[in-house]
């Protein structure tokens, strides 16, 4: 029976094609981690009051698998290079998979938020995995097209959460949106063992870097846990202020370690290639920027325009299967002319897309929004396989792994920030509107209203006419104003992607090769 499944194995995957597997392994891993960063949204009512859940527990729904998954990402990633990149994805996947059945089975809201954690930190072993699998399976020529591929099903996952949770809640159950991952794991899993060769990093011996590991895991814990609960609790309160001390503390004391132990978790000679600092600025800038678009626009849409979650979820189709189409497309470009001139034009579109956006107006229709989800698409998919593919072919293949942690870990990081400062900035903006057209309305009041415009919180039903019109206007004219300063950090991220990326021709000259410490060379002046 074994010989007879080894034999059909042989025939269905060679060594043409196994690359091919591989690539859609890692492209089913990659659905099922990045459905579950927006399918959940659309089913937080339904969880309420499903298991009563309290606004606390709510937010830490998606809170608990947004740190975890940030946090985790580097260590996942040095892990995969030290044990086994195929071996830390599987574990990743199988992690995942169960905590995701736990939760469909969850009785409590502690329960649905601990297993969520768990959940985080099973994507956060795939997600680096992913990228770090693809890059020892394509040679350089091919890795673009590949990358491109890898983006275009993020972005297809990313389109189908909405609607899919929207469907899947209103037709079924909350619980259904869980219970599909534990097939794609399994399906997921069959692939990897099939066709993906193992691979790992066997310049270092197979020692665990604890002390990094765990100053790492406070710094970025902290940091995120601040950014997270920094409108809520306000951004100069104790609790706040002391999470960002510590954080600063920890991640100094992080840099330090590294420089002393023998296996360290990131070697900081990474960053003397400006395309890995280019690479990782822009994936900070860029999700930053998207992030805080797509999360105000679809309060806009659902609050103002009074859409439905699921009719909310469609409309942002145009945005995310342009990605769909141009991931692939920009990562065939990126083999022949290199990530540079394509995450430039990329970064420019994205800031034109926010900008376009910045002028909605409580009386806007999705005709008015329509053009800059349009653009939006497009600079995305010209933004991200080419970054992706601009990191990770600056630094040796052995160091795969914790390059693409590094990498995603950036764009998780560069996401909370997106959320944290536009929220604040809606909340700072929006209370000198409605001081100015509510000054009837006590002070206390009128502060409760502007914190609350920060996470998209509006009037309910029995509030006055004027009351719910000033709300809306202030919500609409501080979203306005903090996209338009999203734009002008984007628009700057275009610039520096310009200057740190190195043009392609200068890159190959100076691809990085291994070294006798088994480091990635400096890239030189042309």
Not at 123 to 141: G, N, R, V, Y
Not at 209 to 215: E, L, R, S
Request: glycine fraction near 10%; include cysteine.
């Amino acid at each position: 029976m074994t010989d007879r499944i080894l034999a059909h194995r042989h025939r269905l995957v060679t060594d043409e094609n196994s690359r091919w597997w591989t690539l859609a392994a890692m492209c089913f891993a990659l659905f099922m981690v990045m459905l579950d960063n927006t399918v959940v949204n659309v089913s937080l009512p339904s969880i309420q009051r499903d298991l009563h859940a309290s606004l606390s527990a709510l937010e830490w729904t998606v809170n608990a698998y947004t740190l975890t998954f940030a946090v985790m990402m580097v260590t996942g990633g040095r892990l995969g290079d030290i044990f086994g990149r195929r071996r830390m994805f599987m574990f990743g996947v199988v992690v995942f998979g169960l905590s995701s059945a736990a939760i469909g089975f969850a009785t409590t809201d502690t329960m649905l938020v601990a297993f969520r954690a768990v959940q985080g930190i099973g994507a956060a072993f795939m997600m680096p995995a992913t990228l770090s699998i693809i890059t020892q399976a394509f040679p350089a020529e091919q890795r673009g097209m590949a990358i491109g591929t890898w983006a275009g099903v993020s972005a297809m996952a990313l389109a189908i959460g909405p609607v899919l949770g929207g469907f899947l809640t209103q037709q079924v159950s909350w619980r259904a949106i869980f219970f599909i991952n534990p097939p794609i794991a399994v399906v997921a899993l069959a692939v990897t063992l099939f066709a993906t060769r193992e691979s790992r990093d066997e310049t270092v011996d197979r020692s665990v870097d604890v002390p990094g590991i765990a100053a790492l895991t406070i710094g970025l814990t902290a940091l995120v846990l601040g950014l997270v609960e920094a409108n809520r609790w306000h951004w100069g309160s104790t609790r706040v202020l002391g999470l960002f001390v510590l954080s600063a503390i920890a991640l100094a004391t992080f840099v330090v370690i590294e420089k002393r132990v023998k296996a360290p978790m990131v070697d900081f000679r990474f960053f003397r290639s400006r395309s890995f600092v280019g690479a990782n600025v822009v994936a900070f800038l860029v999700t930053l920027a998207m992030f805080s678009q797509f999360f105000f626009i679809a309060l806009y849409m659902q609050n103002i325009l009074h859409y439905s979650p699921l009719g909310t979820g469609i409309r942002f189709l145009p945005a995310t299967l342009l990605i769909i189409v141009m991931g692939p497309l920009a990562g065939r470009l990126t083999d022949r002319v290199g990530p540079r001139p394509l995450v430039t034009l990329g970064m420019l579109t994205v800031g034109a897309a926010i900008l376009v956006q910045s002028g909605i107006t409580v009386h806007s229709g999705y005709l008015q929004l329509l053009p800059g989800f349009l653009l939006m698409g497009i600079g995305m998919g010209l933004v991200m396989s080419p970054m992706s593919t601009a990191a990770m072919n600056s630094v040796d293949r052995t160091k795969a792994g914790v390059a693409s942690g590094v990498l995603s870990m950036s764009r998780m990081v560069g996401g909370t920030v997106g959320l944290a400062v536009m929220g604040a900035l809606v909340s700072t903006i929006g209370r000198a509107k409605i001081d100015e057209q509510l000054p009837q309305v006590p002070a206390a009041t009128r502060a409760a209203l502007a914190n609350s415009l920060g996470a998209g919180g509006l009037p309910g039903h029995n509030a006055s006419a004027q009351l719910v019109n000033a709300v809306h206007e202030a919500f609409v004219s501080a979203v306005g104003t903090g996209l338009l300063i999203g734009a002008v950090v984007t628009f700057a991220g275009a610039i520096l992607a310009w200057t740190l990326i190195e043009p392609m021709r200068k890159a190959a000259a100076a691809a990085p090769d291994l070294a006798a410490d088994g480091t990635a060379r400096e890239l030189t002046a042309a």
